[in-house]
């Protein structure tokens, strides 16, 4: 298995309220029962007030690399994140476990 984690920090300036940031945090919320590489799926808001503290966080895992490289190139995931990339950026690790 692999755990593909994400953490998503907001532009400056952007609200985690907004409209536009509401809708793509629904879009990802979303993906977990659209996709079907994905064996395990929960995202949700930070709920600390550190400055070095991401905004978002999605922790998820898939069966292997090839099932890891169908969820990224999936329709439905290529269309959650490119509604991000308007107002945040991110980082990412995959590992085995």
């Known amino acids: 298995m692999i ?3 994400v953490l998503l920090k907001l532009n400056d ?3 985690r309220d ?7 945090a629904k879009a990802f919320e979303e993906l977990g ?3 079907p590489e994905l064996k395990f799926w929960e995202c949700a808001w930070n709920i600390t007030d ?3 503290a991401y ?3 999605i922790n998820s895992a898939v069966e292997d690399t090839d099932a890891l490289k169908r969820y ?3 329709p439905a995931h290529q269309a959650a994140a ?3 990339r308007e107002f945040a950026t991110w980082v990412i690790a995959d590992y085995e476990f």
């Open 82 to 84: 490119d509604q991000w």
């Open 18 to 24: 907004e409209p536009r940031v509401v809708e793509a």
């Open 3 to 5: 755990r593909h984690l």
């Open 72 to 74: 990224i190139e999936h």
């Open 13 to 15: 300036g952007v609200r």
């Open 33 to 35: 029962g659209l996709i």
């Open 50 to 52: 550190r400055p070095i």
């Open 55 to 57: 905004d978002y966080a």
